[in-house]
């Protein structure tokens, strides 16, 4: 039997890996996939170029705020996987509004519908960066939101609300937070890819600060197999953190996008910090360890060469994507 998916924001870095990856040769050959994505300036229609003919594969273009809409694709699906979102905090920073209409007032039309049509399945993808800042440690689920970016805040509320319509509706919804995501396909201003492309075009690179803020980095392969294993055998009502066990400074993640580039430090200018920048986040995945058998795969060694490779050999992709972005914030 057929499993049918609606995956919303799924023309995006992660949400397009997903889908590739489902529909690809190693893919469940028993499922079914709906896209729908807005298409706004971080959605590519490229990406999903290489299963756009596929016979389990329909793509339609459109707004999670559309109640109408998404109540229509919901009824007729079993499951969705919701990627659509506002993701970059210095956008949120710049304006926060266009992040609470679509992080919570998206997420609540999804989960109203969901309710109404009996889905029965929601998995819900979200971010470590509901958390906050964490001086030590790792975050385990069970530990308290405290976001300090406008983003984090309109994701951990898309949080909240949607475990709030399993525990009041018995709505099936599992609830992912990873790492930061790296990989082919991103979007050029987030920070790898924005070093990246910056570099094998000569052009200097920011450093916020010091250099100090710490991150753990996931290949996006990784991730999509962590949601994977949450779809196909999470347990409802639960919070599953997908972690890639990689945590760099962004001064050590700066060298070694460097060295992939062949660049040096003078081509790095340190740069203002941004407000209300985490100083580190780190996830407890623990968890989805032990219950569903996760363990990220992707050295990130490899990872990071592969991802400059695809940069060098794709600047038919991402110089235009560059140009837009210059023209947007001229």
Known sequence: MTTRILVTGGAGFIGSHY???????AGPPDVAITVLDKL??????????????????CFVRGDICDAQLVGKLVSRHDQVVHFAAESHVDRSILG????????????????????????????????????????SGSWPETDPLRPNSPYAASKAGADL???????????????????????????PEKVIPLFITRL?????????????????????????????LV????????VYNIGGGNELSN???????????????????????????????????????????????????TGLAETVDWY???RFWWEPLCRQGERLAS
């Open 231 to 238: 779809r196909t055998g999470g347990r409802p009502g639960e």
């Open 96 to 135: 926060s509004e266009a992040f609470v209409r679509t992080n919570m007032a998206g997420t609540q039309t999804l989960l109203d519908a969901a309710l109404r049509h009996r889905l029965r399945t929601f998995v819900h993808i979200s971010t470590d960066e509901v958390y906050g800042s964490i001086r």
């Open 251 to 301: 001064r050590e993640l700066t060298g070694l996008l460097l060295r992939e580039c062949g660049a040096d430090w003078d081509m790095v200018t340190f740069v203002e910090d941004r407000k209300g920048h985490d100083r580190r986040y780190s996830v407890d995945f623990t968890k989805v360890r032990a219950e569903l058998g996760y363990a990220p795969r992707k050295e990130l060694a």
């Open 161 to 187: 609300m949607a475990l709030a319509h399993h525990r009041t509706h018995g709505l099936d919804v599992r609830v992912t937070r990873c790492s930061n995501n790296y990989g082919p396909h991103q979007f």
């Open 19 to 25: 889908v590739r990856t489902l529909l690809g040769p």
């Open 312 to 314: 060098r050999t794709h």
């Open 40 to 57: 706004t300036y971080a959605g590519n229609p490229a990406n999903l170029y290489e299963v756009h003919d596929a016979d389990r594969f």
């Open 200 to 228: 094998l075009d000569g052009r200097q690179v920011p450093l916020y600060g010091d250099g100090l803020n710490v991150r753990d980095w996931i290949h996006v392969d990784d991730h999509v197999r962590g949601i994977e």
